[in-house]
């Protein structure tokens, strides 16, 4: 099966500066990567997300690159804020016509700091 | 739409008790997910169903668990009897699975078992 890792654990920054998160997972039929945004006492919530046939989308502040042949992905938060603040779970799935079910990763601990 | 809505919120029972949970997914979407979240194991996937039906339940840890969905638009998750070790925040989330992955949480329980 489908197995994600996600670094860092944790990862500090200052107001302003850029946020890196990075994702690897494991089985090549993968073709789905969703990034979900956990604020405290909620449930996650999709931020962005990008399937195979795209290198790179970007929403606002928030940014997706996927490297298939690599088999990794990446979250990009730039002019990070406040409200950034929160954890992030990557994920990993086969999409329509597979398994569309999401393996998770373990999640990022982002603090941003006034 | 409210979203998936799920109760109680908060439980908190005594080690030996039967414990339900309950959800009610977005209108309209045919899958339905119930995850566990710990510190120690992340974001696991219980069960889910698909047009009401269970399609894969290898998430389940024990037969303490059970779930059903009677219906489109609600279903529960039963633990009998609970042990401390249950202790744990437990979503549930609904996708349209026609369309695309994307799944929508519901805002969790948090389980206390005593």
């Known amino acids: 099966g489908e197995n994600v890792e996600q670094h860092p654990s944790t990862l500090s920054v200052q107001e302003g500066d850029s946020a890196v998160i990075k994702c690897t997972y494991s089985d090549s039929a993968s073709n789905y990567f969703p990034w979900y945004k956990q604020e405290l006492g909620k449930g996650p919530q999709l931020i962005i997300d990008?399937?195979?046939?795209?290198g790179e989308k970007k929403d606002q502040r928030i940014a997706v690159t996927l490297n298939k042949t690599a088999k990794h992905f990446s979250l990009h938060i730039t002019e990070t804020q406040p409200e950034d603040s929160a954890v992030y779970f990557c994920a990993a799935s086969e999409g329509p016509g597979g398994s569309y079910i999401p393996t998770f990763g373990r999640g990022t601990s982002l603090i941003v700091h006034p | 739409d409210a979203g998936v809505i799920q109760s109680p919120r908060h439980e908190v029972t005594e080690m030996g008790q039967e414990v339900t949970l309950r959800c009610k997914p977005i209108s309209g979407h045919n899958s339905l997910f119930w995850y566990r979240q710990t510190m120690m194991r992340g974001l696991e996937l219980l069960i889910y169903f698909n047009n009401n039906v269970p399609i894969d339940d290898s998430g389940m840890p024990e037969d303490r668990f059970s779930a059903k969905m009677p219906n489109a638009s609600f279903s529960t998750l039963k633990i009998q009897p609970s042990e401390p070790r249950d202790s744990a925040v437990y979503f549930c989330?609904?996708?349209?699975?026609?369309?695309?992955?994307?799944?929508?949480f519901g805002p969790g329980t948090r389980l206390t078992v005593l």
């Open positions: 990008i399937r195979s046939n795209v």
């Open positions: 989330a609904s996708s349209p699975r026609d369309t695309d992955n994307e799944q929508f």
